[in-house]
């Protein structure tokens, strides 16, 4: 893949919710570059995960330890296990510059998880910040700004 289309950057924001969805963690780890981060502020005006606090701020060594741990058959927070469904409006491109080898969707959805009998709602957006490496779409950055961040919120398992 030399210049990613429109239509390549989209079809990457659908495959990334439905392999959550599904629960193909592997798969979906494999999307994120090697410098590739996992991000949910605090606030949605937070510029940066690293000097503020944040929500979750999740390099691919910590994503690979979260994957482990809800795959783990002793994982409390997981009986009965997590289940979730992202519900995507159409991700819009917001920047395609093959230059800087720097691509950026947005993406409004509905996020659901629910866990035994019960089930939580969230408004979300995602930009995702994508690049082409090996000839194959990465995710650089995955920023998720939850509508009500700044709540009381319980604890998600999954991947919003």
């Not at 606090?53 to 409390?76: Q, V």
């Not at 939580?120 to 995955?142: E, W």
């Amino acid at each position: 893949m030399s210049t990613p289309t429109r239509e390549d950057l989209i079809e990457l924001v659908y495959r990334e919710a439905r392999l959550i969805d599904e629960k193909r963690f592997d798969e979906w780890y494999a999307l994120f570059s090697e410098d590739g981060v996992y991000w949910v502020p605090l606030s949605p005006e937070q510029p940066d995960g690293i000097d503020n606090a944040s929500l979750a701020y999740e390099d691919k060594l910590l994503l690979r330890l979260r994957i482990e741990r809800l795959g783990s058959p002793r994982a409390f927070s997981q009986q009965p296990p997590s289940r979730c469904l992202h519900v995507l409006q159409r991700p819009e491109v917001e920047e395609m510059d093959p230059e800087r080898n720097r691509y950026v969707t947005r993406t409004a959805y509905l996020y659901v998880e629910s866990r035994g009998e019960a089930q939580q709602l969230y408004g979300c957006t995602a930009r995702h910040t994508l690049a082409v490496i090996d000839d194959a779409l990465r995710i650089r950055v995955k920023r998720v700004d939850l509508l009500n961040s700044g709540a009381a919120l319980p604890s998600i398992q999954l991947f919003p």
